[in-house]
């Protein structure tokens, strides 16, 4: 991978269009039985970087493991270019992880973005792997509006075509945004993430990795990887 600490904008809109030509939009693998959540945590206007990743069992959605890690980043936050702030220590948490999941949801976009390459995509092409983005709000395309029951959902387009889901995962809340990363097709992208969806805004995987990366970047978890402790997830 190149050191995204000494690389301009203009190469990493190179690089984008670089890893869009690898982009699978066809689910690899149906047979989900864990699904890995992550995210990243920092303090603002310091250049270090707080990443976790958590792993549950799917569909029950019950906590597994979790993996940690602390980086240090140079490249600034601009819209668009999140991965390249984002994924390197996202990497180093995923090499830490013994038995990898069956597929990653990332807190962020997949392929609704200008050149396709959110974050998610970017790190499902670099390392080859099933990933579908979450996001908490809209960069790219359009939806009409939709119903406010929860389960309701408004197709993400751009032009004709069809990048992803609005998906309302509670009542009279305001949606999440669902779409492939890489190697998952739109549709499945939205039948996985309703799973994953029990009684809050932010369904689970993504919740969850946001949890212990907040409290990892307060001192309260090390850094490394960990198994949970699946009674105390029993009775959650």
Same mark, same amino acid.
């Given at each position: ?42 303090? !603002? ?104 029951? !929860? ?86």
């Amino acid at each position: 991978m190149l050191n995204y600490n000494a690389i301009s904008i203009a190469e990493a809109t190179a690089v984008q269009n670089e890893l869009r030509q690898k982009l699978i939009l066809q689910t690899y693998d149906k047979n989900i039985t864990t699904i890995a959540g992550g995210d990243i945590s920092h303090n !603002k206007d310091s250049d270090t970087v707080y990443a976790g990743i958590v792993i549950l069992s799917y569909p029950q959605m019950v906590l597994q493991s979790y993996s940690l890690i602390e980086a240090k980043t140079k490249f600034p936050y601009v819209p668009q270019y999140l991965g390249f702030r984002e994924v390197p220590a996202l990497m180093e948490a995923w090499e830490q992880i013994p038995i990898k999941p069956d597929i990653l949801v990332l807190d962020g976009q997949g392929i609704t973005h200008p050149r396709r390459m959110g974050i998610a995509s970017h790190f499902g092409v670099l390392q080859d792997i099933q990933t579908i983005g979450c996001a908490k709000s809209m960069l790219y395309g359009s939806y009409d509006p939709l119903a406010d029951e !929860k389960f309701s959902t408004s197709p993400i387009y751009s032009g004709s075509e069809l990048l992803g889901y609005a998906l309302r995962t509670k009542t009279n809340v305001k949606p999440v945004y669902i779409a492939p990363g890489h190697k998952v097709s739109v549709e499945d992208s939205l039948r996985i993430m309703k799973q994953c969806t029990i009684k809050h805004r932010i369904p689970e995987p993504t919740r969850l990795a946001h949890e212990k990366v907040n409290l990892f970047r307060i001192g309260k978890l090390k850094t490394g990887y960990h198994l949970a402790d699946i009674q105390t997830n029993l009775f959650m």
